[in-house]
């Protein structure tokens, strides 16, 4: 995703199945090669051996909109 100086990064869907047991998602800053980006995540536990479906997504705008 986008470097944390140059843009600012927001969920813009969520859904699946979160019941409370360990499912999430999240933008969290992180260094790649370097350079602090945002990195989108997304967790799901197992249930019957199989993940639970969650989707996560997210987009990033510039900045500077020059």
């Known amino acids: 995703m986008a470097p944390t ?11 699946g199945k979160f019941d409370g047991s360990g499912e999430w998602g999240r933008i969290y800053p992180t260094l ?3 350079i602090e ?3 989108l995540k997304a967790k799901a536990e197992t249930y019957n051996g199989a993940p639970k479906p969650v989707r996560v997504k997210a ?3 510039k ?3 020059r």
């Open 37 to 39: 980006r945002w990195v």
């Open 63 to 65: 900045r500077d909109q």
């Open 59 to 61: 987009r990033c705008m």
């Open 5 to 15: 100086g140059e843009a600012m990064c927001y969920l813009t869907y969520v859904a």
């Open 32 to 34: 790649v090669s370097g």
